[in-house]
């Protein structure tokens, strides 16, 4: 090799690395920093799939993407209609990894495997119009008497019925 040539670098070999992990542990993973995107998905399988108001992802290059732990402990769900393909940790349930056929470069996580930052906000929102009239959305929260740390909107106010003019 010439020496004047600069060799190359292994792909992502100065990337820096965000780990995640499973509710068990069992499965762990990694991501290059920062992620791609992230966004709040509002979609029925989605919020079915974490049983939650909504889904939050991370989005990455597959090739930014490694699992370091469990990959054998990983689960597979294909959905018949759209071939989206969802993750899952097989001893604990927890959602792992989201794939789209029309973006196979990409793969997707929850949010919420990884406790260090992403590089990256959830600033978008899909399928908004999905969102569920019992998802909480900003309410101002008080204290509940008798319950240290939980909070809650507070009694509803009662609707004020007009007199009938009929009736003054």
């Known amino acids: 090799m010439n020496d004047t040539k600069k060799r190359r670098k292994p792909r992502n070999a100065d990337a820096a ?8 542990g069992n499965v762990e993973v990694e991501i290059g920093f920062p992620a ?3 966004w709040h998905d509002h979609s029925t399988a989605s919020r079915r799939a974490h049983g939650a108001a909504y889904a939050t992802y991370v989005g990455c290059w597959r090739s930014r993407v490694r699992v370091t732990k469990g ?3 990983i689960a597979k769900y294909e959905e018949p209609e759209t071939k989206r ?4 940790c097989s001893h604990c ?6 794939e789209r056929p029309h973006a196979p470069q990409m793969i997707n996580l929850p949010r919420a495997l990884f406790k260090d930052r992403t590089g990256r906000e959830p600033l978008y929102h899909v399928r908004i ?3 569920q009239e019992w998802t909480y959305t ?16 507070g009694p509803k106010k009662k609707k004020r019925v ?3 003019d009929f009736l003054i």
């Open 129 to 131: 119009e999905e969102l």
């Open 162 to 164: 007009p007199t009938p």
């Open 93 to 98: 349930g927890a959602p792992v990894m989201y």
């Open 71 to 73: 990959a054998t402990k």
């Open 36 to 38: 791609r995107w992230a």
């Open 17 to 24: 690395w965000v780990k995640g992990q499973c509710l068990c």
């Open 138 to 153: 900003g309410e101002r929260l008080v204290p509940l008497k008798g319950f240290p740390g939980v909070v809650w909107t």
């Open 85 to 88: 393909v969802r993750s899952f």
